[in-house]
């Protein structure tokens, strides 16, 4: 029993990533593509906001670095691409880790307006830094990833995504399942007893700020070269707030909430692009994803993890305990943290 409920999950992974091989529509491939791209970037809103409790509004800013310097990289310095990317990410942990702190003295809405400031700064810097990102005109000519000495298809950068983000989710799992992890749950319960509690809340906020920016930086750098073309118009401030808006939908406490948030945000419009509602398929997506976020405020991901329990429980499967809903949470108080580096110090 227990083997077949492990089994569910995989099947349902399995037949997403079989998708590009049954779908010979190009355009799909490169929308479940973008959707990828997106739930690396989610995935690190939901580390940085659901976990640490630190809230973000200036992640395309970061997502713009990424593809910017990616860009910058591989066309006029020379870089290998993979090394553009990961140049990217570092450099984007660099910025992450600087703009954690103002973290140490404001939060909540101060915290939002910081970042969305430094948003708005890097986008007007590629707006108008014109011998460095060629502002309005765009930056064209950027390579795409190759396998050897062939440039990868868009089946082939599908596959690619999906090891980074598995990869990505990996992390954040194991990270949530740490002293870490539960350190950066105690910090957004009650910052103050958690350190109280003996934890360097200073150190975990830059840990989380940079984490996230180097998700925010990879997805940037995989999109330049998905893309072959970078305009301003993708690093808009609504685009941070359609990343927030992927975090919230899918669970912002919960592991998977930026993967099946990333999925869902992106795909639901394409859904509903369909002949003689094209002036309206943006207003019918943003009431469907206003519905979902009223009717299961706590996230998809959560949600469906319930269902799968009480249905485990009703077969016989057996239901997990408060560890297995995903969001790795255990106990999430001070205390409790304190304890456990206290018993592994012993």
Sequence with gaps: ???????????????????????????????????????MVATGLVALTGFAG?????????????????????????????LGIISA?????????????PSFKVSGFYLSLVTISFGNIVWMLIVNWHS????????????????????????????????????????????????IGRG?????????????AGIDTKRMKVLVFSLSALYG?????????????????????????????MAVVGGLRSIYGGVVGGLVVTIIPELLRVKGWEIYYLMGSSLAILLLVIMLPSGIAPAVQNVYNRLGARLGIGGSGSGSNGNGSGNGSAAAVRGDSKSGGR
Excluded at 8 to 31: G, S
Excluded at 54 to 78: D, E, K, N, P
Excluded at 89 to 101: H, N, R, T, W
């Design 1 to 39: 029993m227990e083997r077949f409920k492990k089994v569910i999950p995989l099947l349902a992974v399995a037949l997403f990533l079989v998708i590009p091989l049954v779908d010979d529509n190009q355009y799909h491939v490169y929308m479940l593509n973008r959707a990828l791209i997106n739930c």
């Design 184 to 196: 950066m749950k105690a910090m957004s319960d009650d910052e103050q007893a958690t350190e109280t």
């Design 132 to 179: 460095l990102t060629r502002g309005p005109l765009g930056f064209p000519g950027i390579p795409s990833i190759t396998l050897g000495t062939q440039p990868l298809s868009r089946v082939g950068f599908f596959y690619v995504s999906a090891v980074v983000l598995g990869l990505m989710t990996l992390a954040l799992y194991r990270l949530s399942r740490s002293y």
């Design 89 to 101: 990410g570092a450099i984007c942990l660099l910025v992450g880790m600087v703009l954690s702190l």
């Design 217 to 245: 930086g990879i997805a940037g750098g995989l999109y330049a070269h998905l893309s072959n073309f970078l305009s301003p118009e993708s690093f808009v401030f609504s685009e941070s707030a359609n990343f927030v808006a």
């Design 54 to 82: 630190q809230m973000s509004l200036g992640h395309a800013a970061f997502y713009g670095i990424g593809a910017y310097a990616t860009a910058l990289l591989t066309v006029r310095v020379g870089f290998p691409v993979w």
